[in-house]
């Protein structure tokens, strides 16, 4: 095909990037409010650029992007309010974009005099199609538009009083930009930043210069940009004297792995939107990246405690959805459809409970299969990790009794249960909710309506011989019947009367074959609860529960349950 061509590799052989790791969170830049809202059908009004601030802030956000004040009123008078009334906590550093021409330059300044502290972010196009098309002009004609512009940002620092300003510079498109003529354009921009002679690195409150390296569309692999990062680490001079900032466009998708790469390869800042929101697919996630470090335990100095707060409020300002599989935030990002995944985080869940118990305020590695973090680390749910539908299986039916109801069905009872509930999904052809789950065993096993056989009245006495003597009337499709014997326990001695009475109640033969119990509630209302599983004489197995504040008759009440099962 001759309409595209590969991407241009970087001549860089004994790459280090792919060895390194990311230990330390980079400087978060959010460009929400300048590169997100210009992408915005709805630019935001000024009032919804506030509140958008302040949730940056709250995240944690220490430099923000606050618009671009020389191309729009709106931008230039929200930023005027943010420093007219002392919305900026000191901490907070905020930038401002602009491109190299001496007018917009003045205005820039005077829209930042009275900030604590401001980020002048200029920058220019300089790859070779914008070169040709936009510009025509030579490299060394634009280096010199970047030289020149710095040189007036120096010149006019005057208009932004005493706040005291740092440069960035971007050299746009710098990821379609001739490697070797990035770093020429860097280097000739920080030989005029930093004066003749002054000591290169930080200088006072206007901190390093620094250099923001965009891919402004992603035309390449991560791997290229990578290449391309520890290439301009490794050639600018006095790479001590700037902080090499990212800016990554996901027109491949790939804008946070870029990201990652490029931080491997020698990046200390990033800049960034939630949700990755931008211009075309968008610029960097910066929540997808700052919780890809938090889930490898770096400490990122972003807060996404209340991850569906910050979704809310980002999606009520931008008028942007966030995809219901969007990582770490989408609607269904921590919910397991698939019966067999449901099981392994049901049988971890269990495990890591137990070894909780057996080490209590030790705290555990989070390796629970199926879920990269715990939901609870963003303020999600467990009862949203399982939604049952007929792809569920049996383990997850149970898994949602037992976490939401306290009740704990035995192993074998749970096939029996899960087809009962796939049944169901199915018919309904949904999801079925925790309710509606608990509806269903309550229906089939706890409280049948229109049951065959029932008791009306019933009494035990204890014999001496720790036999116990049990007589009830029961009704057996419409009958009454009276019916007594005598066992070595109230299940005993009823299931001895009921077998005494066959013929008479018309009641089917059966045997106990297996019988659970564990205690359910807490304090006065806890309650025993019962599983009982009969034979027939034909072989067929059914399993019954029952519930009652009475342990004896939590099991009489399972034993009927299942002889109304067999009908
Ligand atoms: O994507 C880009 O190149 C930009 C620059 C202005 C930094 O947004
Ligand atoms: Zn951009």
């Known amino acids: 095909m001759a309409k595209y061509k590969p991407s241009e590799r970087v001549t860089i052989s004994d790459r280090k990037w792919p060895d390194n790791r990311i230990e330390k969170a980079p400087v978060w830049c959010s460009v929400d409010l300048r590169d997100g809202n210009q992408a915005l059908a709805s630019p935001l009004t000024v009032e919804q650029k506030l509140s958008f601030f302040d949730l940056l802030v709250k995240i944690g956000f220490r430099q923000i992007e606050v618009g671009f004040p020389s191309a729009s009123p709106t931008e230039y008078e929200f930023i005027r309010r943010l420093i007219d009334e002392k919305r900026i906590p000191a901490d ?24 604590p502290a401001a980020i002048f972010h200029m920058y220019n196009s300089t790859s070779p199609a914008q070169r040709k098309y936009t510009f025509n002009k030579t490299k060394d004609e634009i280096r010199d538009i970047a030289v020149e512009g710095v040189k007036l940002v120096r010149k006019h620092l005057a208009l932004a009083g005493n706040t005291p300003v740092r440069l960035e510079y971007s050299p746009e498109s710098f990821s379609a930009t001739e490697p070797e003529y990035a770093v020429e354009i860097c ?163 269990a495990r890591r409970k137990a070894e909780a118990k057996e080490n209590p305020g030790a705290e555990l590695l989070w390796d629970v299969p199926y879920l990269l973090i715990d939901p609870k680390d963003v303020d999600r749910e467990y009862e949203e990790i399982i939604r049952i539908n007929s792809q569920s299986g049996k383990g997850g039916a149970a898994w949602v009794l037992e976490q939401e109801y306290g009740i704990f069905m035995p192993r074998a009872m749970q096939p029996v249960f899960g087809a009962a509930v796939t049944a169901s999904a199915d018919s309904s052809g949904r999801e079925l909710s925790a309710g509606e789950i608990f509806a269903l065993f309550e229906r089939n096993w706890l409280k049948p309506a229109n049951a065959a056989l029932s008791v009306t009245d019933i009494a035990e006495t204890h014999l001496d011989n720790s036999e116990v003597s049990c007589r009830a009337t029961v009704n057996w499709q419409g009958r009454n019947c009276f019916i007594g014997g005598k066992g070595n326990g109230p299940l005993d001695a009823f299931v001895r009367a009921l077998g005494d009475a066959l013929r008479e109640t018309g009641v089917p033969e059966f045997t106990v074959t297996a019988f659970h119990e564990h205690s359910v509630g807490s304090g006065s209302s806890t309650d025993a609860m019962a599983y009982v599983e009969i034979t027939l004489a034909d072989g067929r197995t059914f399993w019954g529960c029952g519930r009652s504040s009475n342990v004896g008759r939590a099991g009489i009440s399972a034993v009927v349950s299942a002889v109304n099962n067999v009908v």
């Not at 907070?92 to 900030?115: D, H, S, Y």
């Open 92 to 115: 907070v550093v905020i930038q401002v974009l602009c491109q190299a021409r001496e007018p917009l330059i003045r205005t820039t300044m005077e829209a930042i005099k009275g900030a």
């Open 187 to 349: 280097q000739a921009v920080m030989d005029v930043w930093y004066p003749e002679g002054a000591p290169k690195g930080p200088r006072s409150v206007e901190g390093k210069i620094i250099l923001n390296l965009p891919s402004t569309v992603e035309s390449a692999s991560p791997n290229v940009y990578a290449d391309q990062i520890e290439y301009f680490c490794r050639h600018i001079r006095d790479r001590d004297s700037a902080v090499i900032s990212l800016h990554t466009h996901n027109d491949r998708g790939t804008g946070v792995a870029a990201a990652e790469l490029g931080l491997l390869a020698g990046a200390e800042r990033v800049e960034g939107t939630l949700f990755g929101n931008g211009e075309r697919t968008g610029n960097l996630d910066i929540l997808n990246l700052a919780m890809n470090l938090f889930s490898e335990g770096v400490e990122t100095g972003l807060d996404f405690s209340d991850i569906r707060g910050v979704t809310r409020i980002y999606t009520e300002l931008t008028g942007m959805p966030v995809h219901p599989r969007h990582p770490y935030a989408g609607e269904l990002v921590f919910t397991a459809f698939s019966g067999s995944h449901q099981d392994a985080i049901r049988k971890a869940f």
